[in-house]
């Protein structure tokens, strides 16, 4: 019975420098086969990065363009990035040095090195604001803040610097289609916010600091009024204020227990079908059981 003919696609480099993918269709399909076919690659690929090297090392910048434009063409961001850099360095006030400059920040954008693609868009839109890739570089350095923003449980400062570079880019281009890409974008890092300050309060009442966790519980609401963790934050702020009244020394006791009474009240008006009334209930009625001890023992002779 004959072989069927197989179809392969192997991914390699060629002569000019981009890389293609290789198609061709082989009856019988052996190891020689398979040997001479890496050998060749192997001589292209070493073909081209001697090229490349002698081209990066070299003093024609006419062709450190042709190939620079070949290798981003082609997706090669390492090698585009280091032909562009010294492009730019030597035609930096040119067309060719603008062009040179976007895509030595694209380059890095595309190798995921975020913080460096920032740098250079960012310094982009400052040199080149009447560009026309102008707003694609705003936007892509805001971008890069937020692909710099870390899960919530750490610091979040980047994330913060997203949320005011987004914000920048929509004050700068009103009219752009990326407007609610941006806004959906910021939604999902003040969710991430949301949640860092929700978290942190819960940590003071875990280590039972419940001074700083009523303050903490406090700045969540007012930070994050539409919240969906309104509720469960409010309850758990008059829960560590009846226990900061419990731990409180006497001389400060019957303030803290009358702020108990008060924010007990307040909940229950809030929320008067909550799954948390019962326990409101008693913080409430064991402070107020407090207080009324507390006079008695001030009006003792």
Known sequence: ???????????????????????????????RSVFIFLLLIGVVSISSCSNYNKIAKGDDYEQKKIYADKFYTNEQWDRSATLYEQIYQRYSKGPVGEESYFRLAKSHYMMEDYYLAGYYFKSYSERFFLSPFSEEATFLGAMCAVKNSPNYTLDQTETRSALSELQNFIELYPQSNLVDSCNSIMDRLRSKLEQKAYESAKLYDKMENYRASVTAFDSFVEEYPTSDKREEALFLATKSQFLLSQNSVESKKYDRFEETIKR????????????????????????????ETIRKTKIQP
């Not at 019975?1 to 019988?28: C, E, H, N, W």
């Not at 326990?279 to 407090?290: C, L, M, P, T």
């Open 1 to 31: 019975m004959a072989k069927k003919s197989k179809k392969i696609t192997i991914y390699a480099p060629d002569l000019s420098f981009g890389r293609k993918y290789i198609t061709f269709a082989v009856k019988q399909f052996n190891m």
């Open 264 to 291: 007990s009240r307040k909940f229950a008006s809030l929320f008067p079908n909550s799954k948390y009334l019962k326990d409101i209930e008693s913080f409430r009625e064991k402070s107020e059981k407090e207080l």
